[in-house]
Antibody, heavy 117, light 112 residues
């Protein structure tokens, strides 16, 4: 059974860098995409981007200038960095395993990140 | 970007009754080479991450009760819950994975 466990800082000040990591248990990184998706409080889902085992990435153009997704195959983990955060980046952030076609089959439990001065 | 629009935003359904949620994409998500619709449905219960219910517009994920069904093609899709149960209270999202960026509908809240 695949499980995704995620962690990272939950409170940031404006202009700081958001950093989250997701560890994959019960499965390999190969053969899938690994994605970050966020959900502002009380709102819908926004796809941030994804990465495969080889490190190939695909980002949402709306966030591309500030986003970096990386993978550490030795630890079976992948990570999200989002620079220059503002209050608009306050959201629940989810990591997810995505099939090669694009549907998200397994999700992490979510990390609430709040940006406030 | 492909814009996904769901209707209604919310609906109240009695236990045992049918719930129908619609999703419309701003362009077709039907891939002609394999005749598949790149459309998924997710259920998000309160305080939980989303859960994949249906993909390829009509294929149920393993373990999903058969009261959930998906239909449609091209730009118009429907999620139907044939007989609403208490545990189906949730927000439901459609998502296109036809092209990047992958985009979601705004969600439909189903209540009893």
């Amino acid at each position: 059974q695949v499980q995704l466990q995620q962690w990272g800082a939950g409170l940031l000040k404006p202009s700081e860098t958001l950093s989250l990591t997701c560890a994959v248990y019960g499965g390999s990184l190969s053969g899938h995409y690994w994605s970050w998706i966020r959900q502002p409080p009380g709102r819908g889902l926004e796809w941030i981007g994804e990465i495969d085992q080889s490190g190939r990435t695909n980002y949402n153009p709306s966030l591309k200038s500030r986003v970096t997704i990386s993978v550490d195959t030795s630890k079976n983990q992948f990570s999200l960095r989002l620079t220059s955060v503002t209050a608009a980046d306050t959201a629940m952030y989810y990591c997810a395993r995505v099939s090669v076609f694009g549907m998200a089959t397994y999700w992490g439990q979510g990390t609430l990140v709040a940006v406030s001065s | 970007d492909i814009v996904m629009t769901q209707s209604p935003d919310s609906l109240a359904v009695s236990l045992g009754e049918r719930a129908t949620i619609n999703c419309k994409s701003s362009q077709s998500v039907l891939y002609s080479s394999n005749n598949e619709n790149y459309l998924a449905w997710y259920q998000q219960q309160p305080g939980q991450p989303p859960k994949l219910l249906i993909y390829w517009a009509s294929t149920r994920e393993s373990g999903v009760p058969d009261r959930f069904s998906g239909s449609g093609s091209g730009t118009d899709f429907t999620l139907t819950i044939s007989s609403l149960q208490a545990e189906d209270v949730a927000v439901y999202y459609c998502q296109q994975y036809y092209t990047s960026p992958r985009t979601f509908g705004q969600g439909t809240k189903v209540e009893i």
